[in-house]
């Protein structure tokens, strides 16, 4: 017990390794990474139950119940789907022999501590985070606003018509062209893959 209680006061309890990327085809997420849909990894934190896997389109945690356990549970994150959020980075004190990175995903909280010796390589993988925070949320306001645009340009053009034509079919065409145009700007905006975001910043 008290050798626990030491554990977690010194952060030794499960504490990361971040993998070298020579390395990365040896880690157990490898193997569902879509390498068929050009997936590839970026980043890896193994610890002795878990491992979290940063890709360009996901983040693939393998979920360990237990140290001595080999039974796990995974869990792939996609960034279109569950939006990043609330991220930190704890750096470690003077006792402490790990530092912390900390988010959000779609409402699911990550906590994730990694030996303080990898700093270096946190803060980068920080940066990567922090950056698809500000491209998601700025693509958010922009989406936004091509929602209001169709919006207000529907409207103006429902109420002046179109000489000739029936009001249903105006209403029919009018529908199907922002309905058209939004959806390219939703495609446009939704980025789905973020490897030139990784590419920039993850330094390894």
């Not at 929602?147 to 109420?159: C, E, K, L, P």
């Amino acid at each position: 017990m008290f050798k626990k209680l030491a554990a977690d006061a010194l952060g030794l309890s499960d504490i990361g390794q971040i993998i070298d990327k020579k390395d990365f085809d040896k880690v157990d997420s490898d193997d569902y990474v879509m390498h068929e849909d050009q997936e590839q990894i970026y980043f890896v934190i193994k610890s002795k139950k878990d491992e979290y896997c940063f890709t360009n389109l996901a983040l693939i945690h393998l979920d360990g119940d237990s140290a001595v356990s080999s039974k796990r549970m995974l869990k792939r994150y996609p960034y279109d789907k569950y939006e990043i959020s609330n991220v930190y980075l704890e750096t470690a004190g003077t006792v402490d022999l790990d530092v912390e990175i900390k988010f959000t995903m779609g409402g699911v909280a990550f906590s994730i501590d990694i030996n303080k010796k990898q700093l270096e390589q946190v803060k980068d993988l920080y940066k990567a985070l922090i950056k698809i925070v500000e491209i998601t949320a700025s693509n958010e306001v922009l989406l936004d606003y091509a929602h209001q645009s169709v919006t207000i340009a529907r409207d103006a053009t429902a109420r002046f018509g179109v000489q000739g034509a029936a009001p249903s079919e105006q209403f029919n065409a009018i529908n199907e062209s922002a309905y058209n145009w939004l959806k390219s700007k939703r495609k446009e905006l939704k980025v789905k893959d973020f490897g030139a975001v990784f590419e920039k910043y993850i330094n390894q």
